[in-house]
């Protein structure tokens, strides 16, 4: 077997919207934090090329419309599941208050 690789010239669009400390723009206008430091250096490891796309209306309107082709990370939600293809998580955050 080989590993999969994308054609040539292909480039897969990655939205992102400001989800400090996860993702966020940074003052100059390039995308920043540890989900973009994670997901680039695999996307680098395996070849895959990615551009990353400030989208600050968020994944279901940047998604369905076709203008990003992968979401970093968004949560699962009934309405989402009939549209989107939500793989099994490579992170799972909890969130509480004490």
Do not use: C, M
């Given at each position: 077997?080989?590993?999969?690789?994308?054609?040539?010239?292909?480039?897969?669009?990655?939205?992102?919207q400001?989800?400090?400390?996860?993702?966020?723009?940074?003052?100059?206008?390039?995308?920043?934090?540890?989900?973009?430091?994670?997901?680039?250096?695999?996307?680098?490891?395996?070849?895959?090329?990615?551009?990353?796309?400030?989208?600050?209306?968020?994944?279901?309107?940047?998604?369905?419309?076709?203008?990003?082709?992968l979401?970093?990370?968004?949560?699962?939600?009934?309405?989402?599941?009939?549209?989107?293809?939500?793989?099994?998580?490579?992170?799972?955050?909890?969130?509480?208050?004490?």
């Open positions: 077997l080989r590993p999969w690789r994308p054609a040539a010239g292909v480039k897969f669009r990655i939205g992102y400001n989800s400090a400390p996860a993702i966020q723009q940074g003052p100059d206008g390039k995308p920043g934090g540890i989900l973009h430091a994670i997901l680039s250096e695999a996307a680098r490891r395996r070849g895959i090329p990615l551009e990353w796309v400030f989208a600050p209306e968020g994944p279901d309107v940047w998604l369905r419309d076709g203008r990003v082709d979401w970093p990370q968004v949560g699962i939600l009934p309405k989402r599941l009939q549209y989107l293809y939500i793989s099994r998580p490579w992170d799972a955050s909890t969130i509480w208050a004490a």
